[in-house]
């Protein structure tokens, strides 16, 4: 079936600091790629939608100068977090799909990854 | 605006034992429902899906039937096992949920103990 990885899978940095997460697809072609959000005891809340070699398409309220998305190939997608701080520290779980159905992805489906903890002091 | 609420946990439960999860929703227009599943240390997974009223998703012996006249989803199963054991989430999208505008309760913890 359709894997997505996400790397690394935690990180602690410093504030001020920038941290970029990683999220591939590892047997299908992901035309779209999401970027969610949790926080403790929340839900997960889409942060923005990027399409391969186009800008990502932000929801309201998200920052597109803080997190900054690049979709340059069919397989990756990262999220950088710029100048963080403690109020970025969550959870970001990222997933994938493939409009066309290739490989082991069926083109109706959202495929996630296994999600980032971001532990900014 | 369109919303989930989902039973809080942590469910516990005896391997054999019958599952309910609770998830209730509130939405404009004819949303899908869907349940995800997250096992430890791995992605979320489609459990199973609905994409309008009085339909059935099952798999893997959970069930779920869209409810229009009561906006439920409940997943249920007979009867657990210990590897059934996760966190399941319950999510309403618009388009078939293929876009992302997918909204999810906050998850609900499940252990099943042998």
């Known amino acids: 079936g359709a894997v997505v990885s996400q790397h690394p899978s935690w990180v602690i940095c410093k504030s001020g600091t920038s941290v970029k997460i990683e999220c591939r697809s590892l047997?299908?072609?992901?035309?779209?790629m999401f970027w969610y959000r949790q926080f403790p005891k929340q839900s997960l809340m889409l942060m923005a939608t990027s399409n391969e070699g186009s800008k990502a398409t932000y929801e309201q309220g998200v920052e597109k100068d803080k997190f900054l998305i690049n979709h340059a190939s069919l397989t990756l997608s990262t999220l950088t977090v710029t100048s963080a701080h403690p109020e970025d520290s969550s959870f970001y779980i990222c997933?994938?799909?493939?409009?066309?159905?290739?490989?082991?992805?069926?083109?109706?489906?959202?495929?996630f990854g296994p999600g980032t903890r971001l532990l900014v002091l | 605006g369109d919303s989930v609420t989902q039973m809080e946990g942590p469910v516990t439960l005896s391997e054999e034992a019958f599952l309910t999860i609770n998830c209730t929703y509130t939405a404009t227009g004819y949303p899908s429902l869907f349940w995800y599943v997250q096992y430890p240390g791995e992605g979320l997974q489609l459990l199973l899906k609905a994409t309008k009223a009085d339909d059935k998703g099952s798999n893997k012996g959970f069930e779920a039937t869209y409810r229009k006249e009561t906006t439920s989803f409940h997943l249920e199963k007979g009867s657990v096992q210990v590897s059934d054991s996760a966190v399941y989430f319950c999510?309403?999208?618009?388009?078939?949920?293929?876009?992302?505008?997918?909204?999810f309760g906050k998850g609900t913890k499940l252990s099943v103990k042998p």
């Open positions: 997933s994938a799909r493939d409009s066309a159905g290739s490989g082991g992805a069926s083109q109706e489906t959202q495929y």
């Open positions: 999510a309403l999208g618009l388009y078939g949920g293929s876009q992302g505008n997918l909204i």
């Open positions: 047997d299908f072609q992901a035309t779209t």
